[in-house]
């Protein structure tokens, strides 16, 4: 059973990867990259309470979710590859003393943290304060691949700095993250409490000696009662049993197993409270808006934006450019890990809508090219800082930017003015922009030779996502 | 003081002696070294050019583009006069920007292509490289130069950080730039196909402008003196051949255009030698006189070439039958 359960969680594993590695321009030809995304109900359900709306691809999710009525947590234990690399860790830190491994399996009552977690993103995403991505272990797995290997992510550092700590904390705990965080482990088990089967211990050829825990991933506790909400169905405790003491049974006497899960009527009002309370987070959000809080193009406006966006990073490791990054403060607390645009990083390519090809919840919407361009999507203005631009502060030529616009007729056009310099009339051209065609590209602001703060900067205003995103009088 | 006390006094002398002695020579060896590596000797780019061939030019019109090419390159001699078998050749189309082939900011696919079929069908290894704006990959495919250029067999050569060095360019402003030196110095020849396109700064961009897209570094500081900078440029590369893509005219909007009014039909295929010539032409057929266009003149004083077609030493117009 090890074995099988290995190559499964190898197979699941690689095609995350597989996935994850044609999530790129020139690779992603409608094979469907959000798979595993799609895969954890949690997402479904998140958006379902705070946009009322899921994206069809979710099912899978919800076919996941029927099966481990019957199944148990067999997501946990042979498919989540974040569950996958956390048992590697969990493999490789692991202590030599049997007596210790034992120890550290356990069933411990924090692992109620999990479901508390859940309640709280559920009941804050019901309010609309949607962090549910935050905490999805799909979510969370590739946010951090795209923070590591994409060009656009050098933001990204922390995202490799948290995921380094949870690999880390493997060492003290096998699978930290999946018994005590989790909040998708804690949805799928609380519906593993509707199996009709379970493992059994046989009291009779018991010899209470524990070494079904050495092995145990969840900390289900087969030692005693099997913690049905715990078990990752992984079937290790069977085969380390040296008396055969251990099987699955079908229907059960209820008392042979533990179907509590931990969770008290104080947690679950308590976190109940707290994930209401939580939704005050949603009042830092400024009136207006944040100048560089610049959204890809596609993305709904900021509310609708918000209620959807997992954070996963999917956007940003398809970008051609490069210029999508998680944001940090751009985007008040709510919007941590959102991706916003960073034109120091990239720009937007006026031809391309990958970004809403590979979002899985619809955040971003899947616009054509001809959808983006022809509207046109506005994802910004940019604003000509005549401090610092050559031909305005300096009486030096460039145009750089008017060049590079990729609108037609472009929307950066030249004024000319002759300009007295040293005694010489120079005649220099000085960029102004067009705020009706100015589409927030960035590109202007990308190749602006000024390289510290550019001359010719991109904020949000103006952006046609918001419907007071103007502002102008119309 | 006894004799071993003396051997240990000796001792100790020695090693302070051999202590200072070494802490002088990692000195000597370290004192005032430049410790910031300088800049190395910035690498020279021969000529391409085939001795025989200068000042040539043919303008051949035709709506079919590829006969077009054809019909140039047999009055000039045809492509085997510039191409031996086995000669690696360079070819530098305009691909700058991520559009769709027929908004004409970059080279058409049918001229491309027809130019590497000519080159491979004499025996050639082509490779086809531009450092755009954009991001290379989506240039190439998106303006369908990707295909054309593989499937007339040959290979487009995507830009990366390690096919840059500093190399000459030129005598009036850019003495040395970051530059493709790796696929310069890999090829025997090499072919330019710019398009004809309106500029917004410098008027109009052409055989000369198209030799931007071999320059890497922080080539948005070129604008601020860019008539010089595309002279100097016209130094630097002497190419083998050129083919300039009048196929359809990027008339308003330039360089990046994004709107088919930006665009005019041009049925017109200039081939030859003389990059001024080339560009004059060019000049001519956006509307512009070439002595408007500040780096021809500056071109010309130079003797890189003539504005005037008659003064060169071949120049014929043919039809192109399609």
Known sequence: MRTLRRFYQAFFLAL??????????????????????????????????????????????????????????FFCGWICPLGTLFHIA????????????????????????????????????????????????????????????????????????????????????????????????????????????????????????????RDCPGACSPSTRTRMAECFVCGNCMQDCPENALSWQWMPPREKLDLQSGLTRRGFFGAIAGGAAA?????????????????????????????????????????????????????GISGLWTPVMDMEQGYCEYNCTLCGQVCPTGAIERLTIAE??????????????????????????????????????????????????????VEIHRPRVDPERCIGCGLCQHECPVNDLAAIRVTSAGESRSPDGSFFLQ | MNSSSRRCFLQRMGAAAGFTAGAAALTGLFHNRNLVPGMPPAKTIPSFAVPGTESMMVVAEGTDHAAAVRA???????????????????????????????????????????????????GAEVRVIDNPINNPEGCFVKSGLMEAVQSAGGEVWLPSASLFERVQIGTLRIPEWEALYR???????????????????????????????????????????????????????RPTLVVLDGSRLLVSNGPTGGSPAD????????????????????????????????????????????????????????????
């Open chain 1, 16 to 73: 995350f990867i597989a996935a994850f590695v044609l999530t790129a321009q020139g690779l992603l030809k409608g094979y469907p990259v959000t798979v595993f995304l799609d895969s954890s109900a949690l997402n479904g359900l998140g958006t379902l309470l705070s946009a009322q709306n899921i994206a069809y691809t979710m099912w899978i999710g919800f076919l996941i979710l029927a099966l481990t009525a019957f199944c148990g947590r």
């Open chain 1, 90 to 213: 969990s493999f490789l830190l692991r202590p030599k003393k049997t007596t210790d491994r034992i120890k550290q399996n356990l069933y411990s009552r924090a692992q109620v943290a999990k479901t508390l977690l859940l309640i709280v993103l559920l009941m804050a995403a019901g309010f609309g304060f949607m962090q549910v991505g935050l905490f999805d272990p799909i979510a969370l797995l590739t946010r951090t691949a795209a923070a590591l290997v994409s060009p656009g992510m050098r933001a990204g550092w922390l995202l490799i700095f948290i995921f380094a700590v949870l690999l880390l904390l493997n060492a003290w705990r096998p699978r930290f993250w999946c018994r005590y965080i989790c909040p998708q482990g804690a949805l799928l088990g609380l519906i593993a409490h509707l199996m009709p089967g379970g493992i059994v211990r046989d009291e009779e050829k018991c010899t209470d000696c524990g070494l079904c825990n």
């Open chain 1, 279 to 331: 939704v005050a987070a949603l009042r830092t959000q400024p009136a207006a808006g944040y100048p560089a809080r610049i959204r890809p193009p596609g993305a709904l406006d900021e509310p609708h934006f918000l209620d959807r966006c997992l954070k996963c990073g999917q956007c940003m490791k398809v970008c051609p450019t490069g210029v999508l990054r998680p944001a940090l403060s751009e985007a």
């Open chain 1, 372 to 425: 983006k361009t022809e509207q046109p999507v506005k994802t910004g203005t940019a604003f000509v800082d005549r401090s610092r631009c050559l031909p305005w502060s300096f009486g030096r030529n460039c145009l750089v930017c008017e060049e590079v616009c990729p609108v037609s007729p472009k929307a950066i056009y030249k004024e000319t003015v002759e300009v007295e310099i040293d005694g010489k009339t």
């Open chain 2, 72 to 122: 140039a390159l047999q009055e000039l001699g045809g492509i085997q006069r510039f191409i031996k078998a086995g000669d690696r050749v360079l070819i530098k189309p305009n691909c700058a920007f991520d559009r769709p082939a027929h908004l004409g900011a970059t080279s058409s696919p049918a001229v491309t292509g027809e130019v590497v079929r000519q080159c491979v069908a004499a």
């Open chain 2, 183 to 237: 696929p310069l110095a890999w090829a025997d020849k090499l072919i330019g196909i710019p398009t004809v396109k309106s500029h917004n700064l410098c008027g109009v961009s052409l055989t000369m402008k198209n030799w931007y897209g071999l320059l890497g570094g922080e080539r948005n500081r070129l604008h601020q003196a860019i008539d010089e900078v595309i002279t100097d440029l016209a130094q630097f590369i």
């Open chain 2, 263 to 322: 665009v005019r039909p041009g049925h017109v295929i200039a081939a030859g030698t003389d990059m001024v010539a080339l560009d004059s032409f060019g000049a001519r057929l956006l509307g512009h006189a070439p002595q408007e266009i500040g780096y021809l003149g500056m071109a010309a004083n130079l003797g890189l070439g003539v504005m005037d077609p008659e003064e060169l030493r071949l120049f014929k117009k043919v039809r192109a039958s399609s």
